[in-house]
């Protein structure tokens, strides 16, 4: 069966799209509640400069639109590109992407250098801990001697008030 083919019917043959240059602007779609100019009984001015100038570009209609097709992949076509070999200086050449030996190279810095770290902190923290024992201890020690003399000047005030009430009595 021999079909011809014309292309106001066919919707898989390519239309002509107009270009924006084009003197001839797109048909602007109005509203129910708005009749067009040539209806209305009054034409002001803002009627006709509205449809005279269209503030957006219409969409052609879906007989009108170019299909896009599909894409369509074989299953057996390769679905990266091929490895490529540039010069050094070339910006592509300087990809992020890194080997093996590089990213292990990098994990066992980054372990070292971790481990120092944490080693570092391990030995401040035992140094916060040797200075807490010798406030405490020095703390406990200004204890002792705060509640001493807490009692020697009981023991002189007690001392005192029996002094003057012996003088007082006699």
Known sequence: MASTSDPST???????????????PFPIATTCSTPPASQS?????????ELSTPSKLARPHLSQRKSSGTMIIPRDAPTEAPAQDFPPEDARAMSPRRSSEETDK?????????????????????????????????????????????????????????ESLSSKKK
């Open 10 to 24: 066919d919707p898989f043959q390519p239309t002509p799209v107009p270009s924006i240059t084009e003197s001839k």
């Open 41 to 49: 009984n009054s034409n002001t001015s803002t009627d006709t400069d």
């Open 106 to 162: 990098m994990l066992v810095s980054a372990r070292l250098s971790i481990e120092r770290r944490a080693q570092d902190m391990q030995s401040g923290l035992a140094a916060i801990a040797t200075q807490i024992e010798t406030v405490s201890k020095n703390c406990e020690s200004l204890d002792r001697q705060n509640q001493a003399l807490q009692d020697a000047i009981g023991d002189m005030t007690r001392s005192l008030s029996r």
